[in-house]
């Protein structure tokens, strides 16, 4: 009379549903007999009642009890998983004749009113009392093992899908990550013609950056302290290559440090805001790392912006932000949180450009 999920592979969630549907089944079985032998046999409401309940939570817990021994005990003594042409059965057979017995004795004690029980009639009358009490558990029975095959099959699905976004997201992410390699490399290139000793050290602090970061983007998510301190990494190996025209500032509030979101997912932002906008400006700039909380429509999102003072955008903000690490981004938000985030890129407000990320939150 209950979800045939292995007791092994609930979840407290799980338990709570099974908790709530064996509560709900024993009322509902009690009430639905209750009313039948109320109308068919003209039987006391009140004292019914209490009787029905109490043979209903007694198969219930029987029946339950049963099965999960023949979960646990069957397979070692079989050798084998135990068939449920053989587990559903007996467990209901017997489990139902026994918590009929054990409800009937404490419907008995609680109302004081003496009932004969399955065990105390003649066989014949015996058959009749289980019949009729096994009636309402074949019912449930069948309803929860129909439920339980649309929660497997349902489950399976969602499974399928999450690999496949999974799958879609580690595509994604191994295409930015020599991107972001090669976008390096070229401005350590230039440098090494300019200043090979400031080359050398842009070296030696690429070599440690680039073993944090392949390392971080090996996981599916870290928290977003985690994706500021590889962004400040970053911006120190750039400052290398562009001294005081790179002014860097990163805000982060302590209550949004542990929120979790995909490595390197503000890379790509603060590159092209370097590459497009402060290189091409001659007194550089400043280059702004936000993230906050923000109330949108009956939710909150996280909002996580990149915005710079330099050039400014070449393009109007319908066409602009389209190259490959941007799109990136795009696919990256969509497969990960789906049409609930999105990326935007707009003039800041003073000149440059303002790029903006919203990620629902729980």
């Known amino acids: 009379m209950s979800h045939t999920i292995p007791w092994s592979e609930r979840s407290r969630r799980d338990w709570l549903h099974w908790a709530a549907w064996q509560v709900g089944t024993v009322a509902a079985a009690g009430l639905a007999v209750t009313i039948g032998l109320v109308l068919l046999l003209r039987q006391p409401f009140s004292t019914t009642l209490v009787f029905c309940l109490c043979i209903a939570a007694g198969c219930s817990i029987l029946v339950q009890a049963l099965r999960t021994g023949a979960d646990l005990l069957l397979p070692r003594l079989l050798r084998r998983p135990t068939p449920a042409w053989l587990r559903e059965p007996v467990s209901l057979v017997?489990?139902?004749?026994?918590?009929?017995?054990?409800?009937?004795?404490?419907?008995?004690?609680?109302?004081?009113?003496?009932?004969?029980?399955?065990?105390?009639?003649?066989?014949?009358?015996?058959?009749?009392?289980?019949f009729i009490a096994l009636v309402p558990g074949i019912a449930i029975t069948v309803f929860f093992v129909g439920m339980s095959r649309l929660q497997k099959a349902e489950t399976q699905a969602q499974q399928a899908a999450r690999i496949a976004a999974e799958t879609q997201l580690r595509l994604l992410e191994s295409q930015l990550e020599p991107h972001m390699l090669f976008n390096t490399l070229a401005n350590l290139r230039v440098l090494i013609g300019m200043d090979p000793a400031r080359a050398q050290a842009m070296l030696d602090q690429l070599i440690a950056f680039l073993r944090a970061t392949l390392q971080a983007s090996r996981s599916i998510s870290h928290p977003?302290?985690?994706?500021?301190?590889?962004?400040?990494?970053?911006?120190?190996?750039?400052?290398?290559?562009?001294?005081?025209?790179?002014?860097?500032?990163?805000?982060?509030?302590?209550?949004?440090?542990?929120?979790?979101?995909?490595?390197?997912?503000?890379?790509?932002?603060?590159?092209?805001?370097?590459?497009?906008?402060?290189?091409?400006?001659?007194?550089?700039?400043?280059?702004?790392?936000?993230?906050?909380?923000?109330?949108?429509?009956?939710?909150?999102?996280?909002?996580?912006?990149?915005?710079?003072?330099?050039?400014?955008?070449?393009?109007?903000?319908?066409?602009?932000?389209?190259?490959?690490?941007?799109?990136?981004?795009?696919?990256?938000?969509?497969?990960?949180?789906?049409?609930?985030?999105?990326?935007?890129?707009?003039?800041?407000?003073?000149?440059?450009?303002?790029?903006?990320?919203?990620?629902?939150?729980?």
């Open 94 to 130: 017997f489990g139902t004749a026994l918590g009929y017995h054990l409800g009937n004795q404490l419907g008995s004690l609680l109302t004081g009113i003496a009932s004969a029980g399955i065990f105390d009639v003649s066989p014949r009358r015996a058959l009749t009392m289980l």
């Open 224 to 362: 977003l302290s985690a994706e500021f301190a590889r962004l400040t990494d970053y911006l120190a190996l750039m400052q290398v290559r562009m001294g005081a025209r790179l002014q860097p500032r990163f805000e982060l509030p302590a209550e949004l440090t542990g929120v979790e979101i995909p490595p390197l997912l503000l890379q790509p932002l603060v590159e092209n805001a370097i590459k497009h906008g402060l290189e091409p400006h001659v007194e550089g700039g400043e280059l702004v790392v936000s993230a906050a909380r923000e109330a949108e429509g009956k939710g909150q999102v996280l909002l996580l912006q990149v915005r710079d003072s330099g050039a400014g955008l070449s393009d109007t903000p319908d066409t602009a932000g389209t190259g490959f690490g941007l799109q990136q981004v795009r696919e990256r938000l969509a497969t990960r949180y789906g049409p609930g985030a999105r990326l935007d890129i707009a003039p800041a407000a003073g000149g440059g450009t303002l790029c903006s990320i919203r990620i629902p939150l729980p």
